[in-house]
């Protein structure tokens, strides 16, 4: 595709509730990041991708927190048992690796509201 | 200390002026430095990268890398009302992991 996409755009759910949030990189791109933003608040790490394996998941903040990528496209950041500290925008990120520099290129985000 | 710190804002300036961003970073292997600009509600998207030391011009930004001193600068000339935004210094240190600082946010006034 043109750029990065992920849905849904805006995610509101009760507390304990599990969502699945999506993210299409650019065609092509083989490394791809999940960050977290809190409002006004710097970008978060949570983890990255290359290929289908992911070799860092150092920042996702619990083991409700998990992620998949599979085809080397298509990744899935799945929060488990929603908590109100959840609330934030998940952005994802992808970038094509080998290519000096490494840039990374955004989507719009998904906005997580957990009530 | 963090890994990417930026100077506190909000930055505002007057339109026309020049508008300075200044970025530091604690890895001293880090390679390629980034500026993102980020709209109230939107995704970051990228201005500008640098990988060494100096200016790098496009348009009416200016990054300066100054590797000696861990620093990165972006300077905005003319600075308009639609330069209004946070802009993110962004580090990419050997690791490949990218480093974002807190952003600071800049207010030009009409």
């Known amino acids: 595709g043109a750029g990065v996409s992920q849905s849904p755009s805006n995610k509101v759910t009760e507390k304990g509730k599990d969502v699945e949030l999506r993210c299409d990189p650019i065609?092509?791109?083989?490394?791809l990041y999940w960050y977290r933003q809190s409002l006004g608040q710097g970008l978060e790490f949570l983890i990255y991708f290359q290929g289908n394996s992911a070799p860092d998941k150092s920042g996702l903040p619990s083991d409700r927190f998990s992620a998949e990528r599979t085809g080397g496209s298509v990744s899935t950041l799945t929060i488990q048992r929603t908590q109100q500290e959840d609330s934030a925008v998940y952005l994802c990120a992808s970038s094509l690796v080998g290519v000096s520099p490494d840039t990374q290129y955004f989507g719009p985000g998904t906005r997580l509201t957990v009530l | 200390q963090k890994e990417v710190e930026q100077n506190s804002g909000p930055l505002s300036v007057p339109e026309g002026a020049i508008a300075s961003l200044n970025c530091t970073y604690s890895d001293r292997g880090s390679q390629s430095f980034f500026w993102y600009r980020q709209y109230s509600g939107k995704s970051p998207e990228l201005i500008m990268f640098i990988y060494s030391n100096g200016d790098k011009e496009d348009g009416r930004f200016t990054a300066q890398l100054n590797k000696a001193s861990q620093y990165v600068s972006l300077l905005i000339r003319d600075s308009q009302p639609s330069d209004s935004a946070t802009y993110l210094c962004?580090?990419?240190?050997?690791?490949?992991?990218?480093?974002f600082g807190a952003g600071t946010t800049v207010t030009v006034r009409a």
């Open positions: 962004a580090v990419n240190p050997p690791d490949y992991k990218l480093s």
């Open positions: 065609s092509g791109h083989t490394a």
